[in-house]
């Protein structure tokens, strides 16, 4: 069965300790690990190899979806993957997906972050989660911006 992948690349105005910070810090996560239409209303991140992570996230129209998985890697400033599975909702027909971000430093006040998400199912499901990933990173940048 052929499977999606996306990458998404973007310069954050922070350094990458502070980049790092806000992925693997659950208050920082609170702040921003949704798309711009949604809010965190819990967010659970177990920061090590083997540890667990749940976000669940509010909608506009009250839906409440969550996402939840296991860090795979971790190299505290340069690397964090984990797996991406969606709780109970259509997203969910993708099953684990995995998700890798690695950080390089550009200076010592800008980080270039990449994120590549793979084995997606569908084209639509890697297109509707590149426009939620591209969505959670304009609220990274704004509150690392704060």
Same mark, same amino acid.
């Given at each position: 069965m052929q499977t999606y992948n &996306? #990458? +998404?690349?973007? +310069?954050?105005?922070a350094p990458v300790e502070k +980049? $790092? @910070?806000?992925? #693997?810090?659950?208050?920082? @996560?609170k702040q921003w690990l949704s798309p711009e239409s949604h809010t965190v209303l819990d967010? /659970?991140?177990? !920061? /090590?190899?083997?540890?667990?992570?749940?976000?669940v996230m509010s909608d506009d129209k009250g839906q409440k979806p969550t996402t939840?998985?296991? %860090?795979?890697?971790l %190299?505290?400033?340069? /690397?964090l993957v984990f797996t991406w599975q969606w709780e109970g909702q259509e997203m969910a027909g993708d099953g684990e997906t995995l998700?890798? &971000?690695? $950080?390089?430093?550009?200076?010592?006040?800008? !980080?270039? &972050?990449?994120l590549t998400h793979t084995e997606f199912k569908s084209e639509k499901s890697k297109e509707n989660h590149n426009h939620g990933w591209e969505s959670c990173f304009n609220r990274l940048e704004? @509150? &690392?911006a704060n």
């Amino acid at each position: 069965m052929q499977t999606y992948n &996306l #990458t +998404v690349r973007r +310069v954050i105005n922070a350094p990458v300790e502070k +980049v $790092f @910070a806000a992925w #693997t810090d659950q208050n920082m @996560a609170k702040q921003w690990l949704s798309p711009e239409s949604h809010t965190v209303l819990d967010a /659970k991140i177990e !920061t /090590k190899v083997g540890g667990a992570y749940r976000i669940v996230m509010s909608d506009d129209k009250g839906q409440k979806p969550t996402t939840n998985g296991v %860090v795979k890697e971790l %190299v505290p400033n340069k /690397k964090l993957v984990f797996t991406w599975q969606w709780e109970g909702q259509e997203m969910a027909g993708d099953g684990e997906t995995l998700v890798s &971000l690695d $950080f390089k430093p550009m200076g010592e006040d800008k !980080t270039e &972050l990449i994120l590549t998400h793979t084995e997606f199912k569908s084209e639509k499901s890697k297109e509707n989660h590149n426009h939620g990933w591209e969505s959670c990173f304009n609220r990274l940048e704004k @509150a &690392l911006a704060n």
